[in-house]
Nanobody
Framework: QVQLVESGGGLVQPGGSLRLSCVAS????????MGWYRQAPGKQREWVAT???????TYADSVKGRFTIWRDNAKNTVHLQMNSLKPEDTAVYYC????????????WGQGTQVTVSS
């Protein structure tokens, strides 16, 4: 059994910052890549950022230079620092983690709402 819990969402003005966190819990054997996705109303879920088990990071072009992803393996946690937020960043943000129980499988959190508005 695996559970991912996101936190840190909220309402912020354009140009502001938020930090999202996602904690994984369960009796898993190992954790691979970790990442963040987002879904705006009426749109498909899109990839935002990924960090591998080796801490290699990759970002969507829309957030490069503004967002930073990092992980704390000891705490089974992944974070997303979001700076210079824009209205188009408004979405529900979801944590995704590749976890091995019997085999590697992707798990999703329930999401946390980020709203960027004046």
């Amino acid at each position: 059994q695996v559970q991912l819990v996101e936190s840190g969402g909220g309402l912020v003005q354009p140009g502001g910052s938020l930090r999202l966190s996602c904690v994984a819990s369960g009796n898993f054997n190992s954790i691979g890549g970790m990442g963040w996705y987002r879904q705006a109303p009426g749109k498909q879920r899109e990839w935002v950022a990924t960090i591998t088990s080796g801490r290699t990071t990759t970002y969507a072009d829309s957030v490069k230079g503004r967002f930073t992803i990092w992980r704390d393996n000891a705490k089974n946690t992944v974070h997303l620092q979001m700076n210079s937020l824009k209205p188009e960043d408004t979405a529900v943000y979801y944590c995704n983690v590749n976890i091995r129980l019997d085999f590697f499988e992707n798990y999703w959190g329930q999401g946390t709402q980020v709203t960027v508005s004046s």
